[in-house]
């Protein structure tokens, strides 16, 4: 099982990352984070949406439209089994934020599923946001 940094668990402790279903939905209408805070982070975008428990590996989740095997949304750049889901760009971004424990299980990093142009197809690679969640968390000022 992967293990959620305490780091996030003291988030949601301290009610600066949504612990319930409400808390996330009302994101949709006051963002947790400033543009300012998610530009610094992903300069193309100015919402970020955070996910709440439970946290399972993306390959796990209830997904009826199958998004992670699409392939402009680069099912060979993630391992399905070792990447938790933890947000997102907001409403039809269609951008997941993840935990990758690939390559320190102990201290996850985080990668987003960034879009690209290969003519004409929409292409979307996973590329690192942060090199770890604590430097995740400090950079949107949670």
Request: aromatic share 10%; net charge negative; glycine share 8%.
């Amino acid at each position: 099982m992967l293990q959620v940094p305490a780091l996030l668990e003291e988030l949601m402790a301290a009610g600066r990352w949504p612990r319930t279903a409400e808390e996330q939905l009302a994101q949709n209408v006051g963002p947790l984070i400033s543009p300012d805070r998610v530009r610094r982070l992903a300069p193309d975008e100015s919402r970020i949406y955070l996910c709440v428990p439970p946290f399972a590996p993306i390959g796990r989740r209830k997904d009826p439209k199958d998004f992670f095997n699409w392939p402009s949304s680069d099912p060979s750049g993630i391992d399905y089994d070792r990447a938790i889901m933890i947000g997102d760009f907001g409403i039809g971004a269609d951008s997941p934020i993840v935990l990758d424990y690939r390559d320190n299980p102990a201290n996850p990093r985080v990668l987003r599923l960034r879009y690209g142009f290969d003519a004409p197809t929409l292409v979307g690679k996973w590329t690192v946001l942060a090199p770890n969640f604590a430097s995740f968390a400090e950079a949107l000022g949670l």
